[in-house]
């Protein structure tokens, strides 16, 4: 099937100049009072774990069943070791990339994550503030509680994820919701059909809808910081929050005692839904959740722009591959669009052996849930920041000055096959 050409230029300006690779300049505030410890991603998921309630640290922490796959998702960059260069004028290096179009300060971006407003006041918002400060993307999350036209506003850059609803009716009418609030990339998120069994959750008291509980005030009183700087600061100035998203209309509230979410049933969904939104949809569209190269081959014969190989941050099916492993394979089945990945990556190294194997992009969710959590847009400023820092003098110390040069031939490890 020829692919059809849906260049962004022709839906939309391109909102920046492709030499325009910095971030803004006004420099990034003190952190809150006692944060000054942190000096690396995994340093706010420590300080997120004291500041919020149980069932919400649960809920963005946790996988499903025994979480092998969220376990293997972080071992598996352990696979793989560096062999630098040296005496190489890295002088001149830069974290500069471009993907679909655009040029970003650092080769990574924010993953999607559901209900971020309930984590960190207006959640969206300030990961929304903070990416296009620091110039990267930022991927919206169709499962959000602040309405996707209020994001937009704030990052006119922001890509939009969705999760299909189970009716060709409320597909084109969300996807048409979208387009009219000016998204130029939409991300479609096919790992999802079923609700995962994250006993993780339920075991820690966390639902959606949430049921107000003793147990569930308690956590409140016993987290003021979170409970009057987030939750109730968000009922006071902008009532319960709703699911906004999933659907061209409003969804569930995120509390209530007898409303149950709507998960549309996605099991019938099948390739043919991928072609009529192509048809529907005049921007970027990617695809995230593939593991297998026969399906990336589907997607590209199918009109996505690019692909994000995931497996849902290790919360869907436990025991799935880690996207790294199969990286390599699917680069090779798809040179003509971009792949790209997210699940388990943390530091800058992670970052730079993706980027050996094949991916031209990488997206990390939790890290900057919990730092919008800590310490709002200044915290999530902070953590792009050190992860940027991180690539910067580790691409010193392998001796290159473009993450262009960058190839298999600087790893070893692995299994042959994953080589490119």
Known sequence: MKKQNHSI?????????ANN??????????MPSGLEHILCLDDFDKAAKQHLPKPIYAYIS?????????????????????????????????????????????????????????????????????????????????SSLIRMEEVIKVNPNAWFQAYLPGDEKNILALVER????????????????????????IRAG????????????????????WLFGTFLKTIALHGMPHFENNFAHRGAPIMSPNVSRDFSDRGHLNWSHLRMLRKQWPGQMVIKGILDFRDARLAVDSGVDGIIISNHGGRQLDGTVAP????????????????????????????????????????????????SAVGGSVGVRKGISLLRDEISRDMAML??????????????????????
């Open 62 to 142: 946790g996988g499903v069943e025994r979480n092998h796959t969220l376990r293997a998702n972080a071992t598996s960059f352990e696979r793989y070791e560096f062999l630098p260069r040296v005496l190489i004028d890295i002088s001149k290096r830069t974290t500069s990339t471009s993907v679909l179009g655009m040029q970003y300060s650092a080769p990574f971006g924010i993953a999607p994550m559901g209900i971020c407003a309930l984590s960190a006041y207006r959640g969206d918002i300030v990961l929304a503030q903070a990416a296009e400060r620091e110039n990267i993307p930022m991927i919206m999350s169709g």
């Open 206 to 225: 966390f639902s959606t809808p949430m049921r107000p509980s003793l147990s569930l005030a308690w956590q409140g009183l016993t987290h003021p910081r």
């Open 399 to 420: 001796g290159i000055n473009h993450l262009s040069e960058l190839d298999a031939s600087f790893l070893l490890g692995g299994d042959s096959k994953d080589l490119p």
């Open 9 to 17: 230029s022709e839906v939309a300006t391109l909102p920046r100049q």
């Open 178 to 201: 979208v387009k009219v609030a000016g998204y130029r990339t939409l991300v479609i998120t096919v790992d999802a059909s079923i609700a995962a069994n994250r006993e993780h959750n």
């Open 324 to 371: 790294l492993q199969v990286l390599p394979r699917i680069v090779r089945s798809c040179s003509e669009v971009p792949v790209m990945i997210d699940s388990g990556l943390r530091r800058g190294t992670d970052v730079l052996k993706a980027l050996a194997l094949g991916a031209k992009f990488v997206f990390l969710g939790r890290p900057f849930n919990y730092a």
């Open 21 to 30: 690779t910095k971030p803004h300049s006004d420099g990034i505030k003190k």
